[in-house]
């Protein structure tokens, strides 16, 4: 290898390197998993199976070609001109060309083709239902990951404070102004916010494996994912607006691919049910073709074979036309059956449109709660904060125990806690919420 390639390669793997500790936004991560989850790749090839059926119902249109040749040989006795039998060997070869145009199939091969159309636009929106629910997947995980992250931060604060407190009681006993238990007692703290910040940190790592296992990322190392400022997630919580279920549900019955897909098919079935009724009608079909044989009798003088095909070619064009009169009751049966996957198909678009329905009402009433929830964490989180901040100036100044301190700062480290889980809580079910509006889903 030489040296200019060896610099090249280095500083393609760098840049490659670097490119992977770059933290991933929302909008990549649901892009990135759009592109490369199986199961949408799985709709994907079943929406080009639609359109090869859908192409091959097309072409049933055109005229087929055929082309048959055959050969015979017969042994033993066999009828003479002259009505005599003798022992006789012959051959015979037959070749013929043709074609088959229908003219008429009562309506069967128009119906197809509609239905398959049909069939292939559901599978369109098949395809976006399971974009769409890799989309909410990932700004779920995507979420779990923020909270997490401040839940670490939470805990890290926890192990800052007691630190602090450690530092300040060692001073303390270093000139005789604090017992060893004190001090021991301050430090067994510090070790047990150490392990709960340890644990925090694991269950932040977890989350970061579970989003990249959702995005068919090869390994997790060096994935990381974007934290958006204060400023941006206050901004976010003025900018939602809840709008009551039902408006939503009502925008979300023109557009939701789950709901197209089902009134599609159910517009299928009407063509299945004109697919059976077209057994009810005769089919009319246009043939032509050309043909041509040879025949030999051993010990008989004959025509070469190239003068015989030559001498017996012949065409043909006609039409037939087939009429089943009775076939068992087996079109009617079709039909019945044709009719009842129908209303079948009915049920299961008004099963989905309630599933649709039930999601959004869940989804706003968790909002609400979610709001409510909200706004009482703040007023908590400030009021622990400031009953924690005199508290350890009581502790400080030898007025309260370090009991009461203890008890204080878990109080505040908890609402502080209940206020990141409640922020993004509330940021992810508005969020659902303009999703299921058609927005797109951003933190």
């Not at 091969?109 to 398959?116: A, D, F, G, S």
Request: net charge positive; aromatic share 8%; with cysteine.
């Amino acid at each position: 290898m030489t040296k200019s390639l060896f610099i090249a390669l280095l500083a393609a793997l760098s840049l490659q390197s670097a490119q992977a500790q770059q933290p991933w936004s929302l909008r990549q991560c649901t892009e990135y998993a759009v592109e490369h989850n199986i199961g949408v790749k799985q709709k994907v090839n079943a929406e080009r199976q639609r359109e090869v059926q859908l192409s091959t119902a097309k072409n049933s249109r055109l005229p087929n070609a055929t082309f048959q040749a055959n050969e015979a040989f017969n042994f033993g006795r066999a009828q003479t001109i002259d009505g005599t039998y003798s022992n006789r060997n012959t051959n015979n070869t037959s070749m013929s060309l043709g074609t088959n145009v229908p003219l008429f199939t009562g309506f069967n091969i128009t119906n197809t083709i509609k239905l398959n159309q049909l069939n292939l636009d559901a599978a369109v929106q098949d395809l976006e239902k399971a974009r769409n629910d890799i989309r909410m997947q990932v700004a779920k995980g995507y979420v779990q990951i923020l909270y997490d992250m401040e839940i670490a931060d939470v805990a890290h604060r926890q192990v800052t404070i007691d630190s602090m407190q450690v530092a300040r009681l060692q001073g303390l006993y270093e000139n005789g102004k604090a017992s060893q238990a004190e001090l021991s007692q301050q430090k067994a703290t510090l070790a047990k916010s150490q392990l709960t910040a340890t644990q925090a940190d694991n269950t932040r790592q977890l989350s970061l494996l579970t989003l990249s296992q959702l995005l068919e990322l090869p390994t997790p190392e060096g994935f990381s994912i974007i934290r958006p400022s204060l400023d941006n997630l206050d901004a976010l919580e003025t900018s939602h607006q809840l709008v009551s279920p039902e408006l939503i549900y009502r925008e979300a019955l023109t557009f939701k691919p789950e709901i197209l897909a089902e009134e599609l098919r159910l517009r299928g079935t009407d063509h299945n049910i004109k697919i059976a009724q077209a057994a009810l009608y005769p089919t009319l079909n246009f043939n032509a073709g050309l043909q041509s044989n040879y025949f030999k009798t051993n010990g008989v003088n004959s025509d070469a074979f190239f003068s015989q095909l030559k001498n017996n070619f012949a065409q043909y064009v006609g039409v037939s036309l087939n009429y089943t009169l009775f076939n068992r009751l087996a079109t009617r049966n079709n039909i019945r059956r044709a009719r009842i996957d129908r209303e079948t198909q009915q049920l299961t678009l008004n099963n989905a449109k309630k599933v649709l329905y039930k999601e959004i009402q869940q989804a706003y009433y968790s909002a609400v709660a979610a709001q409510a929830k909200h706004e009482s964490s703040k007023v908590a989180a400030q009021s622990s904060k400031q009953a924690f901040e005199l508290m350890q100036a009581k502790y400080e100044n030898g007025k309260a125990t370090m009991v009461e301190f203890d008890d204080a700062k878990n109080k505040y480290l908890k609402a502080e806690s209940d206020l990141v889980q409640s922020r993004y809580e509330y940021l992810y079910q508005t969020a659902l919420l303009e999703f299921y509006r058609g927005r797109e889903l951003t933190f």
